[in-house]
């Protein structure tokens, strides 16, 4: 699983330095349950860079979907922060 991993973020990595000018404005979007820990947990990921976060919460109220849109330097700036948000529990990167 490990080495799926990697090689899922050197693919990103390519399509994103292929796709883009860097830097550009991404928008990073995520599912994880409504639990206010793990949403200041993904906030605070953020808190580094402007970013500009909205959140949305499920009709059952379990989830939140978080969007969170910044200009980021490089590809490699996005791949930190999806790796810094895959060890949130339960988090779901789109």
Same mark, same amino acid.
């Given at each position: 699983?490990?080495?799926?991993?990697?090689?899922?973020?050197?693919?990103?990595?390519?399509?994103?330095?292929?796709?883009?000018?860097?830097?550009?404005?991404? +928008?990073?979007?995520?599912?994880? +349950?409504?639990?206010?820990?793990? *949403?200041?947990?993904?906030?605070? !990921?953020?808190?580094? !860079?402007?970013?500009?976060?909205?959140?949305?919460?499920?009709?059952? +109220?379990?989830?939140?979907?978080?969007? *969170?849109?910044? +200009?980021?330097?490089?590809?490699?700036?996005? *791949?930190?922060?999806?790796?810094?948000?895959?060890? !949130?529990?339960?988090?779901?990167?789109?």
């Amino acid at each position: 699983m490990l080495n799926d991993n990697k090689d899922f973020y050197k693919r990103l990595e390519k399509q994103l330095t292929v796709s883009l000018d860097w830097p550009s404005i991404y +928008k990073f979007k995520f599912i994880l +349950k409504s639990d206010s820990l793990n *949403i200041n947990n993904l906030i605070n !990921i953020f808190n580094d !860079i402007d970013a500009n976060i909205s959140s949305n919460l499920s009709s059952s +109220k379990n989830f939140t979907s978080i969007t *969170i849109t910044a +200009k980021m330097k490089s590809a490699n700036e996005v *791949i930190k922060k999806y790796k810094l948000a895959s060890e !949130i529990e339960g988090i779901i990167s789109l």
